[in-house]
C-alpha cells in the first residue's frame, strides 16, 4: 500500500507540499487497493465475494479491475474514471494509466471462455488517456502508447505510439463555411411588419398613465 502512495505522489505534478496527503482522496488508488483484497480471495476461489467488491469499487470509484486480473506493483491509475481491465489481464510492476483506459477482449465470438482474451502490460509502460488494448496482445517494457489510441497488436518494447492526426479541412478547400464574425441581414428582407410589431415599452407605459 505505502508503495501505491509513493508512486502516485513521484508521478503526480499535482502532489506536492501538504497537498500530497490529497493522494488519500484518488479514486484510482482505492480501486487499485479494493482490487488487491478481491484478486486475493479470487484466488483462495472464495465465491462471489471477489466479484461483489470489484463491483463495489467500479460504482465507488469508476475503475473496473476484474478479480482475476493480475495487476504488479506500483501501478498508478490517473483520475480513474472509465477505466475497465479484464479477467485475464495482465500489468507489470511502475505501470502508469490514464482515464478512460481499457484492456478488453475481442469478443465471445472470437475468444473462447478458457483462452487469454485480455492484454498484457510490461514493466514501466504509459498508457494515456482513451487508450484501447484489446486481445491477448503484449505491450513490451518501457512502451509509451499515446492518447486515444486503438491497439490489436503487439507492442514492442520501448515503442512510441500515438493515434493518427487528420486535417479535416484546410483553407481554399472544401465548402465554404458562413462568417459568423460578420452580421447577416437576415431581418433586412421582412416585411417591416413582420420584424417587431411590439410596441416600444416606453409607449407602453405612457398609455397605462393616461
Known sequence: MFDDVRAACRRDPALYGIRTAEVLLYPGLWALWAHRLAHLLHR????????????????????EIHPGARIGRRLFIDHGDGVVIGETARVGDDVTMYHRVTLGGRGWWVDGKAARRHPSVGDRVVLGV?????????????ARIGAHSLVLADVP???????PAAVLARPG????????SE????????????RDDRPHPADEAAALRR
Open 157 to 163: 518494447a520501448g515503442a512510441r505510439m500515438r493515434a
Open 130 to 142: 482513451g487508450v484501447t488494448l484489446l486481445g491477448p496482445i503484449h505491450v513490451g517494457d518501457d
Open 173 to 180: 478547400t472544401g465548402p465554404a463555411l458562413p462568417d459568423l
Open 44 to 63: 483462495g476461489r472464495v465465491p462471489l465475494v471477489p466479484r461483489m467488491i470489484s463491483q463495489l469499487a467500479r460504482w465507488a470509484t469508476g475503475v
Open 183 to 194: 452580421p447577416t441581414g437576415a431581418l433586412d428582407d421582412l416585411p417591416e411588419r413582420d
